[in-house]
């Protein structure tokens, strides 16, 4: 019987441990902190799939830049479309 | 049998390997947009109206949701497998590899439908007969639009993942791959994976809010 590479059953040990934890924290009673800890967990969980899964880290640089590219405008759409309901009151006629 | 097919605008294998990846990182950088627009309106709403959408969150299936993330991220490990298997020269392994990552796939589906029709049941689908026992279930029935939208969206790409993984799964279990060429094996482990990368975020933002209300 065929066994897997152990690196990556770490990685799959860790992405069910992560997703335990988050779970556990959504009944914790995080208040205001709770969607930037389950955001960071999932993060985390997410750069274990590209990193360990994907296997980003043995592709040739212009993969990289394909791959950031799209993660790079995702952060420009985020953040213009942020910014403008987060300084929308700031400009409300007095 | 192991076929490897060279088309004529490439060097090598290698170079038509490595444009294919390439290919797929492209055409995911267009999805990761594609489903940001989403994703930033989710945002901007939760900040708008944070208990309304906890409140209606915490209406979802949580036990199904977790059993169908720890079905999808099952599902990423095996593609791993089978594309490591692949890489190795060991086809068929990859092929039936495939195979058990395909129907993960479908249930992870099976169980989404009976979510879906739980929450039919339960008159969550927006529209004139929507009801929700919130104090602000307006703010709750445009949260289950968002929901049936985002959840919809990755679905149909999960059904798609489904299907090509079925398509090289066999091609794979007939020999048809080998060291030097393993490239459609790899293209949808890529694409596999980051349909499972979406469900991360998306189990994050639906299910989890409003769990210690």
Known sequence: MPRP???????????????????????????????????????????????????????????????????????VLFVLTGIDYWTRYSFAPS | MSVPVLEKQFVDLAHQSETAELGIWGFIATEVLFLGGLFAAYSVYRYLHPAGVAAAAAH??????????????????????????ASGGESRLAGRLMWIAAALGLTFIGLKGIEYAQEI??????????????????????????????????????LVGV???????????????SRAYHSPVRVVSLYWHFVDVVWIFLFVLIYLPGRSL
Do not use: C, Q
């Not at chain 1, 990685?11 to 902190?33: K, P």
């Open chain 2, 60 to 85: 979802t299936k949580i036990v199904i949701g977790s059993v169908n993330t720890a079905i999808l991220l099952t599902s990423s490990f095996i593609m791993s497998w089978a594309s490591l298997a």
């Open chain 1, 5 to 75: 590479p152990r690196h990556i059953v770490f990685a799959w040990l860790g992405l069910l441990a992560l997703l335990a934890g988050n779970i556990g924290l959504a009944f914790a009673g995080l208040g205001s902190a709770a969607p930037l800890v389950h955001i960071a967990a999932s993060v985390a969980m997410a750069a274990i799939v590209l990193v360990v899964f994907m296997e980003l880290e043995r592709g040739v640089s212009l993969l990289w830049v394909f791959a950031g590219a799209g993660f790079f405008w995702l952060a």
């Open chain 2, 163 to 177: 299907a090509a993984l079925a398509i090289i799964g066999r091609r794979a279990n007939s020999g048809a791959y």
């Open chain 2, 121 to 158: 049941g339960e008159n969550l689908w927006p529209g004139a007969g929507f009801s929700l026992d919130t104090a602000e279930p307006k703010v709750g029935e445009v949260f289950y639009f968002l929901y049936w939208v985002m959840t919809g969206i990755h679905a149909a790409h999960l």
